[in-house]
């Protein structure tokens, strides 16, 4: 099989699959080694970078995802101004934050750190899978610890969770 044929077919397995898909999973699909894989996706990368394509690739931990080019986000988003689909209130991005720079965190971590319930915005998080049960503490009630998922990593354009702002403490008011 020749450049082109691979370099198709890791297109179209990143055009079907909805969720990212691990470089292991592109080897293993085509039957080559996770280097050669990693290069051909680099190639695809500069394709679509160097031609200033609608799509490009977004690269976090060890997956890769196809995705709209963010230079063209207006017209998209004049395109679905009318879906049911709203960003976060401010109340779910002050979750989602607590839960990404305190991962693994409890519901009581996070809801003493606001000051107030947060079940129905934890809830929300997860049904937009940005937010994901990590496993349960071994102690007292077995609560449940939750941190961010890849969609997260994805939709904030971050590789890995170190890409993460850091936060100033001194510089935040009470």
């Known amino acids: 099989m020749n450049l082109n044929n691979y370099i198709n077919i890791i297109e179209a397995l990143l055009v079907a699959s909805e969720e990212p898909v691990s470089v292991k999973k592109i080897s293993q699909l085509l039957e080559i080694n996770e280097q050669d ?5 680099s190639q695809l990368d500069e394709y679509y970078n160097t031609n200033q394509r609608g799509i490009q690739l977004y690269f976090f931990k060890d997956k890769v995802q196809l995705g709209t080019n963010p230079e063209y986000m207006d017209y998209i988003k004049k395109m679905i101004k009318t879906s049911k689909n709203k960003g976060l209130t401010d109340a779910a991005m002050e979750v989602l934050s607590i839960i990404a720079y305190k991962q693994p965190i409890t519901k009581s971590e996070i809801e003493y750190i606001r000051g107030i319930n947060s079940d129905r915005l934890i809830n929300q998080l997860m049904e937009r899978y940005l937010v994901e049960e990590k496993g349960r503490l071994e102690k007292i009630g ?3 610890i939750y941190g961010t998922s890849d969609i997260f990593l994805r939709n904030f354009n ?5 890409e993460l702002p850091n936060i100033n403490y001194e510089q935040i008011e009470e």
């Open 37 to 41: 894989a990693k290069k051909l996706l």
């Open 142 to 144: 077995r609560p449940k």
């Open 158 to 162: 971050l590789k890995s969770l170190k």
